[in-house]
C-alpha cells in the first residue's frame, strides 16, 4: 500500500484573520483529513473550525508536536500515514516549518519516503517582505538575535553590514515582550541613513508595516510591547 501525503496546512497569523488565510482548496483539504500533527490542538482545532470543517472534531486524531513533546518519539505520528492515511500538519500560526518546529516532522516524511504537499497561506516572514520595498531577491532570515545586550548589539552591528555590502534584505524577530529593547537597540547603533521596516500584527485589524530611515525612526519610535513584529534592515 502507498503511503498516505502529508498537508502543511497553514494557520491565521492573528485573531479573526482566517478569511485572509485560507483558500477553497485548503478547505476541500481539511475536510479529507481526519489526522494532524500539530504544535497547539487548541489552536488547530479553532481553525479548522473557522475554516469550515464539516467532519466532526470527534473523529479527529490530533497528534501534540508541542514543546512539551518534541524530545519523545515521533514515529507514532506517522502510522497513519506508512498505511496509506493523508494527515495533515499545523503550527500554532503561520507556515508550518518557516521558523517553526514542524520542519523536523517534514524531514522526517521525507526519509520515510511520504509525500509532503505545502498548501497556500500566510507567512509573517514573506508579507513582511512583499510590504517593506526592499531587496526580495537577496535576503536573510535570523530568527532571534541573541539575549545578551553585548551580543545583541554586535549582532545588530553585522547584519546591518551584511545589508550594506551585499545590498541583501536581514530579518529578524524577538518575543514579543522584548521588542521595544529591541528597537531601542537598533536605533542606538545602526546608522541613520541605513532603512529599518517595522512590520507589526500582520493581517490583524491594527496591522502596520512602515518603512523609515534610523534617523526618521528615532524621532517617534512606536510601542512594539507584546506585538508580534518582523524587522527588517536594508541599506540601498
Not at 496546512?9 to 483539504?29: G, H, N, R
Not at 482545532?45 to 472534531?57: E, M, N, S, V
Request: proline content about 6%.
Amino acid at each position: 500500500m502507498p503511503a498516505g501525503t502529508l498537508y502543511l496546512i497553514p494557520v491565521p497569523l492573528a485573531d479573526d484573520a482566517a478569511v485572509q488565510s485560507f483558500t477553497p482548496y485548503l478547505v476541500q483539504t481539511i475536510n479529507q483529513i481526519t489526522e494532524y500533527i500539530v504544535e497547539n490542538e487548541k489552536t488547530a482545532r479553532k481553525f479548522l473550525k473557522q475554516a469550515g470543517l464539516t467532519i466532526p472534531q470527534s473523529q479527529l486524531i490530533i497528534h501534540d508536536y508541542g514543546k512539551h513533546q518534541r524530545s519523545g518519539d515521533i514515529n507514532s505520528f506517522f502510522t497513519g500515514l506508512l498505511n496509506g492515511k493523508d494527515a495533515g500538519l499545523m503550527s500554532e500560526a503561520g507556515c508550518p516549518g518557516i521558523a517553526d518546529p514542524g520542519a523536523d516532522i517534514v524531514a522526517e516524511a521525507h526519509r520515510k519516503g511520504i509525500k509532503v504537499v505545502p498548501l497556500v497561506g500566510p507567512s509573517s516572514i514573506l508579507l513582511a517582505l512583499m510590504a517593506s520595498g526592499f531587496n526580495g531577491q537577496s535576503f536573510t532570515f535570523h530568527g532571534y538575535l541573541p539575549i545578551d545586550k553585548g551580543q545583541r548589539s554586535k549582532r545588530i552591528k553585522e547584519l546591518e553590514s551584511q545589508a550594506e555590502r551585499f545590498k541583501q534584505t536581514q530579518l529578524f524577530i524577538e518575543t514579543p515582550f522584548r521588542n521595544n529593547q529591541l528597537l531601542d537597540e537598533i536605533l542606538k547603533v545602526c546608522k541613520p541613513a541605513t532603512r529599518l521596516c517595522i512590520a507589526c500584527n500582520i493581517t490583524a485589524a491594527d496591522e502596520m508595516v512602515i518603512t523609515k530611515s534610523i534617523a526618521d525612526w528615532k524621532k517617534q519610535p512606536p510601542d512594539l510591547h507584546k506585538k508580534p513584529t518582523i524587522f527588517l534592515l536594508f541599506h540601498s
